[in-house]
């Protein structure tokens, strides 16, 4: 029964994205059964998987050393993936109709748990069962891709377990200062989980420390891959707290999202202002009293691009001839990654914006600058690192990158945006369009970066020309949409 209401909820989520956005012929991506909900992150994240299990060509030590990265990259999948997903069961009431049915609770928390496998979850694995085998076949040791194995799975099941646990974090905490921030906190360390782990992970790095590498073998995912008593016990307690963790998360989402919500007293007076800050201050407004959206803005706008910049010029010997390459890629990818962030803040609101005499272009407009706003501390802080290495150049392409793929990326999503009045949220644009959309401009984007260290003049030709590619694309997008109503 259990898998038969997992499925139908899953069903119902894509069904009322699919009649908001007037689609009916839907790809295998699209469609409701388990497996093809899930195959195209599984190919992506195949790819990427074997490509770094590749690394095992270097000797067992390499082998163990890439599972830390993919163990960061599938527990951040998971977690993200989830927290954006249960927004749909809470925004679009997605339990209430069968809360009517005689159903027994205990069914329903199983399909709710169980809900996270049709949405992502199945994939998650394939972050590190690729890279297993390939070890394991080079290295002749059938050891490797068992702990592989182990380990994606019990990622699999901690980032589900923290997916609903930052879904549970209910929006009655919206109403205090301090628990808002409490809540944001919360919600920035969870969805940003693998960029400070990624950080850690370089600060003790144990690449340069022999003992370091010893001592994290008793710590996941390097536990499930030394067979010492020591290290199979940490597995089996990890394995343990990652199932007692989801079973905790699921319990505590169903109190969520069967809670009628709280109401506030509120304030008589009102106004109506106007305007371009007006509109950004309306953006601004929403993310500060709702920590669930605040803190992916958080990651995408503030924190991605920080790490994105210390990635590339990491160990960079020409930093004066690739900084305007780096400052164009690092715009682009920038504005990629968060634009479609700033629609999900309208969310049932969205409804409201469909009576105003708005054209799509116009939203995008909006969109562009609430996004410039919140990206204007990475921006402030990244040229300030640019004027202290003296490279003035880049902050001009950088700030011209920012606003083109911004203004670009706002378009995208605004003509994606339904005709009829509905909520707008993840399923509004499909997981797998989002997916699409950063990873083309991702895999062009980054080449650039690495090519900039042996063909600067070359890559910058490239990264210009893009540019141009992307401004191009924008004024062409905009006069299409010119006048096309919301």
Known sequence: MWKVIAE??????????QREMSRRNLTIMTA?????????????????????????????EAALLVSIPLFIVEIMLGT??????????????????????????????????????????????????????????????PSILAGYLAASITGMILSLALGYLVGSIAGKYTRSLSRRAISTLLWTILIGFGFFLNVIMRTFSPMKDLSALNLLKVVPPLSFLDWSLTSLISSSLTFALSLALLAYGTSRFWRAAIS???YAPVSSSWNLSFGVKSIVMKDIRIALRNPRMLAPLIVNSIALPLFLISSMIEGFGKLDSTAPVISISLGVLQAAYSSYSFYLLDSSGARALYTLPISRREVASMKTLSLLTFNSIPFIL??????????????????????????LNCLIYAKMLPKEPANWSVETFERWIITIIMMIQTIFFIPLVIISQFFPIFALWLSSL?????????????????????
């Open 260 to 262: 009628p919500g709280e």
């Open 80 to 141: 993200l993936s989830m927290a954006l997903s249960l927004q749909v069961i809470v925004s679009d009431k997605l339990l209430e109709p069968i809360q009517h049915l005689p159903i027994e609770e205990r069914e329903l928390r199983k399909a709710l748990s169980l809900l996270g496998i049709y949405w992502g979850g199945l994939a998650l694995p394939f972050a590190m069962i690729p890279a297993g085998l390939i070890s394991s076949i080079v290295l002749s040791d």
């Open 382 to 407: 990244i040229s300030m690192g640019f004027i202290y290495l003296g490279i003035w150049a880049s902050i001009p392409a950088y700030l011209m990158a920012l606003a083109g793929s911004g203004y």
């Open 32 to 60: 409701g059964s388990i497996l093809r909900y899930n195959i195209f992150i599984i190919l992506i994240l195949s790819f990427i998987s074997g490509v770094t299990g590749l690394a095992s060509l270097e000797g067992r």
């Open 8 to 17: 139908a909820i899953a069903r119902e989520a894509n069904y009322r994205a």
């Open 466 to 486: 893009s540019l141009i590619a992307v401004y191009g694309a924008s004024l062409y997008l905009s006069h299409e949409m010119r006048g096309e109503p919301l």
